[in-house]
């Protein structure tokens, strides 16, 4: 049987909102070591091509390749 791993993802803007968020989180999460951020190179709201009825889509595609990349399953 395979072990589970339950994961935290903030999405944040830069490292600034990493480096500001990440011991306060951290705090408030200390019963999951494991958080984890993803930079997403700029305010996800404000990039070309994103709108009000895509920016769910966006936001759910940016986890879907986190949890590719790492090889994760939802469950």
Known sequence: MSKRKKIILFLVEGITDEISLSLPLKSVYQNNPNIEFRLTDGDL????????????????????QYARDYKLKSS
């Open 45 to 64: 709201t404000t990039q070309k091509g994103i709108t009000q009825q895509n920016i769910v889509k966006n936001v759910g595609d940016k986890i879907r």
